[in-house]
């Protein structure tokens, strides 16, 4: 008797076990599907991220060609400028070089006359002194 008892409560206690180990099992994997999941919407997020950062970086040097080439237009229209200007435009003019260096595929031959005639009439203010006061 004392044989058929410990063997029921093996039997019983053996199975408790396996129940109690394949819980466990299933709330692990639940807990990886999880974390596999908020890994994933992570990983999304991080790639929008950098998608935005992307396009910023973009708006700025297609915002400092606008200004490039508006300030060219702006000198062939005999606009005088003052020092501090033509140092902005020059800091305009870095940021697009930059840009486009780091970005092969960026439509980048817009402004190169532009900035050539910024540079021209740049270098003249500077030999004369003739800057706008």
Do not use: W
């Not at 408790?16 to 919407?41: C, P, V, W």
């Amino acid at each position: 008797m004392e044989q058929t008892i410990t063997i029921i409560l093996s039997v019983f206690g053996g199975g408790a076990l396996l129940t109690f180990l394949q819980y466990l099992i299933t709330r692990h994997d639940e807990k990886s599907g999880k974390h596999k999941t908020i890994m994933n919407a992570i990983g999304e997020v991080r790639e929008e991220l950098d998608t935005l950062r992307n396009e910023i970086k973009e708006d700025r040097a297609t915002n400092a060609r606008i200004r490039i080439l508006s300030f060219s237009d702006e000198i062939r229209h005999k606009v005088r400028h003052s020092k501090e200007a033509f140092d902005q435009i020059n800091s305009d003019i870095d940021t697009y070089r930059r840009y486009c260096d780091k970005h092969p595929d960026y439509k980048n031959n817009r402004a190169v006359m532009a900035i050539s005639n910024i540079e021209r009439v740049y270098a003249e203010c500077l030999k004369e002194h003739d800057f706008l006061e």
